[in-house]
């Protein structure tokens, strides 16, 4: 992997650490913030994990490579789930998708079988665990979204029919590839 990509989405991450919505998913504390997510397609009262994830990785790519931030517009949704498939089945972007970890990366989740999921962007990885930076979410690892957080994570695929259960992960598209 280009480092540059890594450090890029981590640097545009970081930075989002703490914003916090208001409750409900009615908007959000900072008005920068609520501005760039607006930008990104967010509208109260979507959920918001998607939205997150779409503007960190646009950002980055923005200042890294236009075409592939233009790409990103059409292969990124409002959807967890829906994103990582769209990667998937993308013939120039499938081959980013992997059951391994790193740094930069894109996590996605499917709660149960359903099509409702929960994504963010992968930090740091050791061994079976990862620290992931994640929006509509809290700090606290519970259900409720309320903030970017950092979360503990385990690598494991074991199927949960009510809970999320892991897809799989979209490694950041090398620059030097287009």
């Not at 998913?25 to 501005?35: A, H, L, R, S, T």
């Not at 059409?74 to 790193?102: D, G, Q, W």
């Amino acid at each position: 992997m280009n480092l540059n990509e890594e450090r890029k989405i981590l640097e545009v991450a970081k930075g989002y650490l703490g914003e916090h919505e208001i409750s409900g998913n009615k908007g959000f504390v900072n008005p920068e913030f609520e501005e760039q997510m607006r930008i990104v397609g967010w509208q109260p009262p979507f959920a918001w994990c998607s939205y997150f994830t779409m503007l960190v990785w646009r950002m980055a790519y923005g200042q890294l490579n236009s075409y592939i931030e233009h790409d990103l517009r059409s292969i990124m949704s409002p959807s967890a789930t829906a994103t990582f498939n769209n990667f998937r089945r993308s013939p120039s972007y499938k081959r980013y998708v992997s059951k391994e970890p790193v740094p930069g990366a894109i996590i996605a989740f499917q709660y149960g079988k359903d099509w409702r999921g929960h994504i963010g962007i992968v930090e740091t990885v050791r061994g079976k665990s990862m620290v992931c930076i994640e929006g509509n979410t809290n700090s606290k690892g519970g259900r409720e979204g309320i903030e970017v957080a950092r979360i503990n994570r385990q690598l494991d695929f074991t199927f949960r029919e009510k809970g999320l259960n892991l897809m799989g992960f979209v490694h950041p598209p090398l620059i030097d590839n287009h």
